[in-house]
């Protein structure tokens, strides 16, 4: 059994890991720490826990993780990168902050308005889009878990990267979970229902993220990318806008593509957030207008799991040679 620990339990990422390796045949839950809550049993914070798992949150004590055979981090930047700096040799690391997605310490500085805490692990970590990177990720001890806006775009783009002009235009909608726990004004429950509005016009910190990482196809994408918050608990659900050298037959062009990946699905309709909620699914739908000769693609997936801690458990798996659908065999939310 592959012993796994769990650093920032008390945040949506946390507890979704939770949930996922309790379903994990081959995990044993070591640790759940946290800086907050220390010393309560995990079901007085999350009651859906009771009689299911006898833990109580421990302090983050590096060298109790360092007994683990891999660690997540589900913490906030800067927070992530001086522990994983800590454990990084004597143990794997999958962080889900954004402190090991960017390659460049300045590019970091400028997004993140502080310095790297650990840039000397950089060129170390993996940035862990598990089907782009798979090959990479199986042999990585440090794993850098992609934002959900970020998986939901790159992995629409990806396919036709290589024959794109121009500047990629990506459209992204959002549940409320996106934002994280913590309580923070424009999110209460007034502000948001009923309601719906674009946020991080001037520039949101994804946007590097996917330049960087689509860039290993095309040298010259650039991207405007526009956040919008939804009414809703979960789901992302991004329109991208590409401009193409020429037309092919995409729905052919994106099912090769991802023909062995499990996790994305190419449709042939636009896909909703209710097809993927729960789960660990990308559904894709590139449609061709031939009136602007614009490539239009719907991206869907569940910011919690694909955009989050499922796809943290889907590396996880490749990083131990497991099959990837291993503890992800959840269904939809339905209705």
């Known amino acids: 059994m592959?012993?796994?620990?769990?650093?920032?339990?008390?945040?949506?990422?946390?507890?979704?890991?939770?949930?996922?390796?309790?379903?994990?045949?081959?995990?044993?839950?070591?640790?759940?720490?946290?800086?907050?809550?220390v010393g309560e049993p995990l079901h007085k914070i999350y009651p859906q826990f009771k009689g299911v798992i006898d833990k109580a949150v421990e302090p983050i004590d590096e060298e109790l993780?360092?007994?683990s055979d891999i660690v997540f981090l589900a913490l906030p930047h800067t927070v992530s990168a001086?522990?994983?700096k800590a454990l990084f040799g004597k143990t794997k690391i999958i962080d889900l902050s954004a402190d090991f997605r960017l390659k460049e310490p300045k590019v970091y500085k400028e997004w993140y308005g502080v310095e790297h805490p650990a840039f000397e692990?950089?060129?170390?970590?993996?940035?862990?889009?598990?089907?782009?990177?798979?090959?990479?990720?199986?042999?990585a001890e440090?794993?850098?878990?992609?934002?959900?806006?970020?998986?939901?775009?790159?992995?629409a783009v990806?396919?036709?990267?290589?024959?794109?002009?121009?500047?990629?235009?990506?459209?992204?909608?959002?549940?409320?979970?996106?934002?994280?726990?913590?309580?923070?004004?424009?999110?209460?429950?007034?502000?948001?229902?009923?309601?719906?509005?674009?946020?991080?016009?001037?520039?949101?910190?994804?946007?590097?993220?996917?330049?960087?990482?689509?860039?290993?196809?095309n040298k010259n994408i650039t991207i405007t990318f526009i956040p919008h918050l939804l009414p809703v608990q979960r789901g992302i659900l991004s329109t991208v806008y590409l401009q193409v050298k020429k037309e092919v037959d995409f729905f052919k062009l994106y099912s090769e593509f991802f023909r062995n990946d499990y996790?994305?699905?190419?449709?042939?309709?636009?896909?909703?957030?209710?097809?993927?909620?729960?789960?660990?699914?990308?559904?894709?739908?590139?449609?061709?207008?031939?009136?602007?000769k614009r490539l239009i693609v719907v991206s869907v997936i569940d910011n919690m799991i694909?955009?989050?801690?499922?796809?943290?458990?889907?590396?996880?798996?490749?990083?131990?040679?497991l099959d990837e659908k291993e503890g992800l065999g959840g269904f939809v939310f339905y209705p």
């Open 2 to 37: 592959i012993k796994v620990s769990v650093v920032g339990i008390t945040g949506f990422t946390g507890v979704e890991l939770i949930k996922i390796l309790l379903n994990h045949n081959g995990v044993e839950i070591a640790h759940l720490c946290s800086r907050s809550r």
């Open 65 to 67: 993780l360092k007994e």
């Open 82 to 84: 001086k522990i994983a």
């Open 121 to 139: 692990l950089l060129d170390r970590a993996v940035y862990g889009l598990s089907e782009l990177n798979r090959e990479k990720i199986s042999r």
């Open 142 to 155: 440090l794993v850098a878990n992609p934002g959900c806006y970020a998986t939901s775009v790159i992995l």
């Open 158 to 217: 990806a396919p036709v990267a290589r024959l794109l002009e121009g500047v990629v235009i990506a459209d992204s909608k959002s549940g409320v979970s996106g934002a994280g726990r913590g309580c923070k004004e424009g999110l209460e429950f007034c502000e948001v229902n009923e309601n719906f509005r674009a946020y991080s016009v001037s520039g949101h910190r994804h946007t590097p993220e996917m330049e960087q990482e689509l860039k290993n196809f």
């Open 263 to 292: 996790f994305v699905r190419v449709v042939e309709s636009p896909p909703s957030l209710s097809s993927v909620k729960g789960t660990n699914f990308c559904d894709i739908y590139p449609h061709y207008d031939r009136r602007t």
């Open 306 to 321: 694909k955009g989050a801690s499922g796809q943290a458990v889907q590396n996880m798996n490749i990083m131990f040679g």
